[in-house]
């Protein structure tokens, strides 16, 4: 499979057929772009300012305790705080 070469809801569908349980990214356009009401798997959304390992690294223990549970089809933003934002809508 050629990862790189799939796009928003395509990588989303493909990764839900691959059993993934979940899919992370940084990416916040990601709640604008997708029907959060009908979504292939589980989205954690790091909140994060950049993607570099020092800014991510901070959210792994946030990602964990997350992950230890089952997720709904949904959208989880994770904030550096460690608040989780769960939505089933984009914020305004």
């Known amino acids: ?8 809801g395509a990588l989303l569908a493909v990764a839900a057929e ?12 990601l709640e604008f ?9 589980p989205i954690v959304i790091l909140d994060a300012l950049t ?3 020092e800014t991510v690294q901070i959210f792994v223990p946030i ?3 997350l992950l230890a549970a089952p997720l709904q089809k949904r959208l989880y933003v994770l904030e550096s705080n460690g608040n ?5 809508s984009p914020r305004k």
């Open 1 to 8: 499979m050629r990862w790189e070469t799939l796009k928003n």
């Open 18 to 29: 691959s059993q993934f349980d979940a899919f992370l990214t940084v990416d916040k356009k």
């Open 33 to 41: 772009e997708q029907n959060l009401k009908s979504l292939p798997l």
């Open 51 to 53: 993607n570099s390992f």
């Open 63 to 65: 990602v964990q305790r």
């Open 84 to 88: 989780v934002v769960e939505l089933i």
